[in-house]
């Protein structure tokens, strides 16, 4: 699996912030972290 750096601005952020409270949070065990998110868009899967 290939593996990217995502740099994302200030605004951005915000933006994510402002969302992530609409989307659960996902099981502790299942990703080995506390109040992880995701979003899908489009084929893709987006975890914050």
Not at 14 to 24: I, K, Y
Request: hydrophobic share 40%; aromatic share 6%.
């Amino acid at each position: 699996m290939k593996k990217y750096i995502v740099e994302i601005s200030k605004t951005t952020e915000q933006d994510l912030e402002n969302v992530a409270g609409s989307m659960l949070i996902l099981n502790e065990e299942l990703t080995g972290h506390k109040n992880i998110r995701k979003i899908n868009v489009r084929n893709y899967i987006i975890f914050i």
